[in-house]
């Protein structure tokens, strides 16, 4: 099937969607919710309308727009990604999954394609942690990866839960409704920029995901001794700030001595009490992120850092909490998918290369429930979540394309 994609239709799409932002452009900001969000939801459910698609929302806010099928009660092809957007962020992020997979259902009607399977396009609620903290809210909660009762105790920063955020918003109903049973899609499949610089390096057009990293979040509080900075000696010192720094190089010495590309461990927290450049640091606050495809070798990592910043509290006389926050297990991309997807790559005579997704999507949940695949386009020097996020039009509709082919493939 040659598929046609209306390149300049997507484009103006993209930049419409852009406008809807807290912030000047070219920067977007969007949080879920918010006043631009709401906007932003509004205009896109009408696009999806005109597309003659079926909508409906669920409690948490995810929006599903069906494209019914000649057997309405066989399970649907899914496909879709968010629309939320970090403080000071780019265009593309997600963004290219949603409209993408509009225009990849449009150019199919376009083209006279009848699916025989339902095609469903779903716009997750709050991927991103900006608001309540926890990032893909939507699909956890879709998968049953979040307990209802504990999400409905997450706040925001001025206190709301999620339950009063989503009433305002006019999202009803009890949380525990979100939830869909194994089965409910024959397949899930997520358009994304890569948000890293490999397809770009390689000169490659796609990149077909076969695994997703999954994080781990550490809290680690070390409590030491404050005084004067000309008053306490050196050999007398219990500073946090100190244990802390020796930590953090830690961390990152045990994450590359595990020699596997797909560890990574970032320290991006470190809150420093009282903050005087003349009083020593009595009590440090570390934020981790700890990463892998692999989760045995993750947790074993975790066990490592553990053991060592306790270490070397004891060796510096000082005392150090440490609370694992998070720890989702890694997703890995389904093969009957990835076959699916090759074979499009294909028919669409695009190159394609297997890749890793480092950072995770609501893909890594939806594949809990669903056989899932993801498909990457190059974005340029691997930049995100920034103003200057970019991605060529062209790359975008090579992935449109595919994954419309795909889409035709698995719904007949």
């Known amino acids: 099937m040659q598929i046609a994609i209306n390149a ?11 406008s809807f932002s807290d912030a000047p452009a070219p920067a977007v900001t969007r949080i879920v919710f918010t006043e631009a969000d709401l906007r932003a939801r509004a205009w896109l459910k009408g696009r999806c309308r005109a597309a003659g698609l079926v909508i409906r929302e669920d409690a948490i806010g995810n929006t599903f727009a069906q494209w019914n099928g000649s057997s309405p009660d066989l399970p649907a092809i ?66 049953g990866a979040l307990d209802p009762h504990h999400a409905a105790d997450l706040r925001d920063s001025a206190g709301a839960s999620l339950e009063e955020v989503c009433r305002a918003a006019g999202f009803s ?81 045990l994450a590359l001595s595990t020699g596997a590309l797909d560890t990574v461990a970032t320290t991006g927290l470190c809150d420093v009490f009282p903050g005087a450049i003349n009083s020593i640091p009595s009590r440090v606050t570390l934020g981790l992120d700890v990463r892998d495809t692999d989760a045995a070798r993750r947790d074993a990592l975790l066990r490592d850092i553990e053991q060592t910043a306790q270490a070397i509290a004891q060796k510096r006389s000082l005392s150090v909490q440490i609370r694992l926050m998070n720890a989702d297990r890694p997703g890995h991309c389904e093969p009957a998918i990835l076959d699916a997807l090759r074979r499009a790559c294909e ?63 698995l719904a007949q």
Do not use: W
Request: charged residues 20%; hydrophobic residues 45%; contains cysteine.
């Open 347 to 409: 028919q669409q005579r695009v190159t394609f290369m297997p890749i890793v997704s480092r950072a995770y999507h609501d893909s890594l949940f939806m594949s809990r429930i669903a056989p899932t695949a993801m498909l990457f386009i190059p974005c340029r020097a691997g930049v995100s979540h920034r103003p200057d996020e970019f991605a060529s039009l062209g790359d975008i509709c090579a992935g449109v394309r595919l994954l419309a082919q795909t889409l035709a493939n």
């Open 78 to 143: 899914a496909t879709g990604s968010h629309i939320d957007a970090i403080p000071n962020s780019g265009r593309y992020d997600g963004t290219v999954g949603v409209l993408g997979a509009l225009e990849a259902i449009r150019s199919l009607q376009e083209n006279g394609f009848a699916p025989q399977r339902p095609i469903e396009l779903l716009i997750f609620t709050s991927e991103e942690p900006s608001r309540f903290g926890i990032g893909c809210l939507g699909s956890r909660l879709l998968s």
């Open 8 to 18: 300049e239709r997507l484009a103006s799409e993209l930049n419409q969607l852009a």
């Open 173 to 253: 109903g009890p949380l525990s409704s979100v939830c869909l049973p194994p089965g409910h899609y024959a397949a899930f499949l997520e358009l994304h920029i890569e948000q890293g610089p490999l397809l770009e390096r390689e000169r490659v057009q796609i990149g077909l995901v076969s695994s997703i990293a999954a994080p781990a979040s550490l809290k680690i509080v070390i409590e030491g001794e404050g005084g004067h900075a000309g008053g306490v000696l050196m050999p007398h010192r219990r500073d946090a700030l100190a244990a802390a720094a020796e930590i953090i190089l830690a961390v990152e010495r």
